[in-house]
Nanobody, 127 residues
Framework: QVQVVESGGGSVQAGGSLTLSCAAS????????MGWFRQAPGKEREAVAA????????YYADSVKGRFTISQDSAKNTLHLQMNSLKPEDTAMYYC????????????????????WGQGAQVSVSS
């Protein structure tokens, strides 16, 4: 069983920045597929960014490319999402998702492939 610890989020004006962090409980030497999904009211959950902490491809949704960046601590169980140039349409609940298997996706990561989820962090961007 993996516990997901999320932190970050908050409220900013358009153009501002926020950082989300996510950590998987357990060994820091183990690699995970980790990512963020977001869900706005009345909309489906969508993948924002994801990567395998053991190395490999990084996924970014087209809507966040060039603005959001994933970074990783030296520990393989911690990931950060730096969100710059935030827009009102980025407003949503952001969920960190983790799976023990290497990441794979066709088109975009499927939330059904992630076994463990954080409690969510609200990101609100005002115009």
């Amino acid at each position: 069983q993996v516990q997901v610890v999320e932190s970050g989020g908050g409220s900013v004006q358009a153009g501002g920045s926020l950082t989300l962090s996510c950590a998987a409980s357990g060994s820091s030497d183990r690699s995970y597929c980790m990512g963020w999904f977001r869900q706005a009211p009345g909309k489906e959950r969508e993948a924002v960014a994801a990567t395998y902490t053991g190395g490999g491809s990084v996924y970014y949704a087209d809507s966040v490319k060039g603005r959001f960046t994933i970074s990783q601590d030296s520990a393989k169980n911690t990931l950060h999402l730096q969100m710059n140039s935030l827009k009102p349409e980025d407003t949503a609940m952001y969920y960190c998702a983790i799976d023990g298997d290497p990441c794979w996706w066709v088109g975009s990561p499927d939330p059904r492939h992630f076994a463990y989820w954080g409690q969510g962090a609200q990101v609100s961007v005002s115009s």
